[in-house]
């Protein structure tokens, strides 16, 4: 059912393609925005490259143009110009008409029906993609320009809380950064007053540098890859049982536990030396994900690692696994990844390889101190990272009945 007032149009009828327009004969530079820069989802977030003459492509957008993402996997992808430039073919440069809020225009875009036509129009082998022909008849509701304008600014008031608060998970994630650098070079405020210039950088002179074969545990090896070969086949797995935890699983600094594998009982007694306990480092040891790793939480117990990941485990009374882990998400292990990653056929790690990882080593005292100071950090993160979560998904649900006109907003011009 049509909302009184409102209009069933298409696209094509809300909005002109610039797109492929000529790139103007001058000696001016004007500011490019590809894709990539799309993808990043925030007009906060946009690059600001310059792009020449020489420059291939050839579509101009004027500020408040919608600047669409017609390549998957950004079909969800739109960002109102912030300013005059240039931008990749990759984009749809759309010009919203007389009559039409910008901003409702790009609301209308990042709409589930909207981005599920656009999904189901996409087409090509390597890079599926659509076009403006294909999505400028998709149908929908659009109501008066007053009402544009208030329903496009009820949905941007959401969107400057959700820009103030990637401003603060930001800046949370430069301090932690900026932290972890001062603690791995410094120690601890006043702490120490003598250092010393060591293989790995500069350090306090009291600390050591060690790997993890100088602070293994007793009863394993510091260094386990997870089964291969008929160890673990695809026979093996059941829809439920022990979990087994993939490369993907793996994120920087945290577990997810969504999609896992599964294994019987009986073959996790049989795998158990792959098995992970609370406070193991989980090391993504091929492919693009090489060097990303995380703490093993107490979900995580129990559960068994793939062939893709290395398990890592230490003496608990000589290294805190969770100053272990500020070392190897810093530079100075993240370096020595980097350096030895290219040494194969294709990027990866082994655990010769991640047992000659150096990190410092302070005091287990000490190493605490720095970690609960971390710690603190990192949980101011992920609060505001579910705040954020919260918030996307409230925009989400307004955007949805708001579009719909199943919760109408008052006007300027609503009858009293």
Not at 85 to 112: F, M, N, W, Y
Not at 221 to 250: E, R, W, Y
Not at 301 to 313: E, F, P
Request: aromatic share 6%; hydrophobic share 40%.
């Amino acid at each position: 059912m049509t909302p009184e007032g409102w209009e069933r149009r298409c696209i094509g009828d809300l909005a002109v393609n610039v797109s492929d327009k000529a790139y103007p004969s001058t000696s001016d530079t004007r500011r490019y925005l590809g894709l990539e820069h799309i993808a990043q989802g925030h007009p906060r977030l946009l690059g600001s490259a310059i792009a020449s003459e020489a420059t291939s492509t050839k579509t101009v957008f004027r500020a408040g143009d919608v600047l669409y993402g017609k390549l998957r996997p950004n079909l969800d992808k739109a960002v109102l110009a912030p300013f005059d430039g240039v931008c990749s073919t990759d984009l749809l440069a759309l010009r919203a008409k007389q009559g039409v809020d910008e901003k409702l225009l790009l609301e209308i875009l990042h709409s589930p029906a909207f981005v599920a036509h656009a999904v189901s129009t996409a087409s090509g082998t390597k890079m599926p993609r659509t076009s403006w022909s294909l999505i400028s008849a998709f149908k929908v509701l659009v109501p008066p320009l007053p009402e544009q304008r208030k329903i496009a600014a009820t949905l941007s008031s959401v969107d400057e809380v959700l820009d103030r608060t990637e401003g603060v998970i930001e800046q949370l994630r430069s301090v932690k950064k900026a932290m972890m650098h001062e603690f791995l070079t410094r120690g601890l405020p006043g702490r120490h007053t003598r250092f010393k210039r060591a293989e790995i950088g500069a350090l306090p002179a009291e600390w050591r540098v060690v790997t993890i074969a100088d602070v293994p545990p007793d009863d394993r090896p510091c260094a386990q890859t997870g089964p291969f070969g008929q160890q673990l086949g695809i026979d093996d797995f059941t829809s439920n049982g022990t979990p087994v935890l993939k490369i993907g699983n793996v994120r920087w600094g945290s577990i997810d536990l969504r999609d896992l594998d599964y294994v019987s009982e009986e073959k996790a007694r049989e795998l158990a030396r792959f098995a992970v306990r609370e406070g193991d480092l989980l090391f993504a040891r091929q492919g693009a994900t090489t060097g990303r790793n995380a703490l093993a939480d107490a979900r995580c117990a129990g559960a068994l690692i793939n062939y893709h990941i290395i398990r890592v485990a230490v003496d608990q009374r000589r290294c805190d696994p969770r100053f272990l882990s500020i070392c190897f998400n810093s530079s100075l292990v993240q370096d020595q990844v980097g350096r030895d990653k290219k040494r194969g056929n294709r990027d990866g790690i082994n655990t010769d390889q991640i047992l000659g990882f150096r990190f410092p080593l302070p005091d287990i005292a000490e190493q605490r101190v720095i970690a609960d100071s971390i710690d603190g950090v990192a949980a101011a993160v992920r609060a505001h990272t579910e705040e954020l979560a919260q918030l996307r998904a409230t925009k989400a649900a307004l955007r949805s009945v708001l579009l719909s006109g199943e919760i109408r907003v008052a006007t300027d011009e609503s009858p009293a």
